[in-house]
């Protein structure tokens, strides 16, 4: 059973940074792509970042662009999303989902996903 356990979420101030963590169980990085997703309350869920396991191909949303890396292990099945100049518009839960067979930012054609963690920027 494939499944998706993200760590690494918190508070912040804006202009902070924060790295989280996406660690797959069940199924190896090298076949399977992984995005990264958020949701602020009362919003819907919004694409950040994924990355195709086939070549390492990375995308990211408009709205990160610049201020956000995604990257993987796969030695460690981990995959990893470095924030940076957060702002406070980036609050949301932020998940981790995974698919054999999509890549994109479509969070509908993702069929796992991770529990979510937290990350909060404000002064």
């Known amino acids: 059973q494939l499944q998706l356990v993200e760590s690494g979420g918190g508070s912040v101030q804006p202009g902070g940074s924060l790295r989280l963590s996406c660690i797959i169980s069940g199924f190896s990085l090298d076949y399977i792509n992984i995005g990264w997703f958020r949701q602020a309350p009362g919003k819907d869920r919004e694409g950040v970042s994924y990355?195709?396991?086939?070549?390492?191909?990375?995308s990211h949303a408009n709205s990160v662009k610049g201020r956000v890396t995604i990257s993987r292990d796969i030695a460690n099945n981990t995959v990893y999303l470095q924030m940076s100049s957060l702002k406070p518009e980036d609050t949301a839960v932020y998940y981790c989902?995974?698919?054999?067979?999509?890549?994109?930012?479509?969070?509908?054609?993702?069929?796992?996903w991770g529990q979510g963690t937290q990350v909060t920027v404000s002064s």
């Open positions: 990355i195709r396991s086939s070549d390492g191909q990375i």
């Open positions: 989902a995974a698919d054999k067979h999509y890549s994109g930012t479509w969070y509908g054609l993702y069929e796992y």
